[in-house]
């Protein structure tokens, strides 16, 4: 069961500008895809690295390597206060629901009516 404590509730995904890989590689022409796989991004004044994967039909999967853990993922975010880039598990970063996943929902004490 998580605690509730309003001082330390921590930041929301939906609060932080993100850049999603698939955004960036609609932008990107079909022949410019293989320059743009093996430079970097400069993104705010950090430099992200690009990486790819293999699919199982043979197709290539893009990636953005985290700028402070090294692990590939597919969306980025910057943190509103700290203007740092990183994925989510960096910047510790939850999604609004799960924020409250296993909270006791129930009545405050002297709220419900006494049965007799």
């Known amino acids: 069961m ?3 404590n309003p001082n330390n509730l921590g930041l929301l995904v939906e609060e932080c500008q993100k850049v999603k890989i698939s955004d960036f590689l609609k932008k990107s022409r079909t022949g410019l895809r293989e320059v743009i796989i093996k430079s970097e991004l ?26 402070l853990c090294n692990s590939r993922v597919g969306v980025l975010f910057r943190h509103p206060t700290s ?21 006791i929902e129930g009545e405050l004490p002297g709220t419900s009516e006494e049965k007799r």
């Open 2 to 4: 998580k605690s509730l």
């Open 42 to 67: 400069e993104v705010e004044g950090f430099h992200i690295e690009l990486t790819t994967s293999k699919t199982g039909y043979n197709g290539v999967r893009f990636w953005f390597k985290c700028p």
């Open 83 to 103: 203007n740092a880039i990183g994925c989510r598990q960096c910047l510790r970063l939850e999604y609004r629901k799960r924020r409250y996943k296993g909270m």
